[in-house]
């Protein structure tokens, strides 16, 4: 009866090990690099990964296409629905860019930024 009581707590121990050991035993899908927006200027000598577009979070225009004003969010243009809209999402200061640049940035055309500012599904 002593032994398996051991044998128990031995296992409970080593599985509490195993577990908050587990990315070092078995891998882990985390990374160690350093996740940086675009344009950022902190060289560390580490590997950088640049998501999405160097405007993410900011809004854009093409005076050109005149398609009204976009918030890139993920790497994809998000088109905000009216200006109330634009002032509800914080009224973040709009960038013209080229039109190369803006043709450049895909659209999400399954989501628009509603009068309350808010991300919303068509």
């Not at 990964?49 to 854009?60: A, L």
């Not at 960038?95 to 940035?105: G, R």
């Amino acid at each position: 009866m002593k032994n398996k009581k051991l044998l128990i707590g031995g296992l409970l121990v080593a599985g509490a090990v195993a577990f908050m050991f587990r990315d070092k035993i078995f891998g882990g899908t985390t990374t160690t690099a350093n996740q940086l927006p675009a344009g950022a200027n902190t060289d560390t000598g580490a590997a950088q990964i640049v998501n999405g577009s160097p405007y993410e979070g900011q809004v854009i225009r093409n005076l050109s296409f005149d398609q009204g004003w976009y918030k890139v969010i993920n790497g994809q243009k998000v088109v905000f629905l009216s200006p109330i809209g634009w002032q509800a999402a914080g009224a973040i200061p709009v960038q013209d860019v080229s039109a190369e640049e803006f043709k450049a940035i895909p659209s999400n055309t399954r989501q628009y930024i509603n009068d309350y500012g808010q991300v919303t599904n068509w």
